[in-house]
């Protein structure tokens, strides 16, 4: 699979079976710059929706793979960055399902959530699997170091917002991090906010790779 430059695997997931993953943004093109980033700090800081690669040249591909006997339960969006910065993400999603009987998932941090026509986006796809890792401003900034047009409010209620009106699979993860967000009050407030999110499953994952901090420790 080593000839394909959006495509890779098919991999096995934690979450999905064998997964073929889709990646339809450069690498670390972000709006976060995780303190548990496994890629390190946040060169390309940006939440600017882009087209950054041609949608007729990823569908092509995919068309190519589609022919070959390669086994694999689920289509996973993801990238090495944030994938709902990809415009075209709406387009992407709808016409690989039309290529695939297999469900198509998209793996977000969840910061495009307060704008609409991410949520319009997303909700093409058959599982979408945001990430949460803040309970209020403070923490969010700490954490996750988002780009400044982003809101921790406004990231919530769009979350909930879609999670009210989504007719797939709404998987929720959340990372502990030791020190930042694993206290037992900030477990209470996590309840708290996860009550007014319409979610199917939920996962709490602590990072097990080498994070972008130094200082960091895993919980
Ligand atoms: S959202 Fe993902 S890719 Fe972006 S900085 Fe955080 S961990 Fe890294």
């Not at 390669?70 to 290529?99: A, F, Q």
């Not at 954490?143 to 007719?167: A, D, Q, T, V």
């Not at 959340?174 to 009550?195: H, Q, W």
């Amino acid at each position: 699979m080593g000839i394909y430059k959006y495509i890779y695997g098919p991999v096995p997931s934690r979450r999905m079976g064998i997964s073929l993953g889709i990646s339809p943004i450069p690498k670390k093109y972000c709006n976060y710059s995780c303190v548990y980033c496994q890629l390190g700090r946040t060169k390309n800081l940006t939440n600017k929706r882009n087209e950054f690669f041609d949608l007729k040249e990823i569908l092509k591909e995919f068309q190519d793979i589609s022919k070959k006997d390669i086994y694999y339960d689920v289509v996973t969006i993801v990238g090495e960055g944030e994938p709902t910065l990809y415009s075209e993400l709406g387009r992407l999603i709808k016409k690989i399902k039309t290529m695939t009987d297999k469900p198509v998932a998209v793996i977000t941090n969840g910061a495009l959530m307060y704008d609409e026509k991410t949520r319009k986006d997303l909700m093409k796809a058959d599982i979408v699997l945001p990430s949460i890792d803040a309970c209020n401003e403070n923490m969010f900034t700490r954490i996750n170091r988002p780009s400044r047009s982003i809101n921790y409010n406004n990231m919530l209620e769009g979350l909930i917002e879609f999670s009210n009106h989504y007719k797939g699979q709404l998987w929720i993860e959340i990372m502990l991090v030791k020190g930042y967000n694993d206290s037992v009050d900030n477990l209470i407030e996590f309840k708290k906010i996860l009550t007014r999110i319409n979610y199917d499953k939920l996962y709490i994952n602590t990072p097990v790779r080498p994070p972008a901090e130094s200082y960091f420790q895993r919980s």
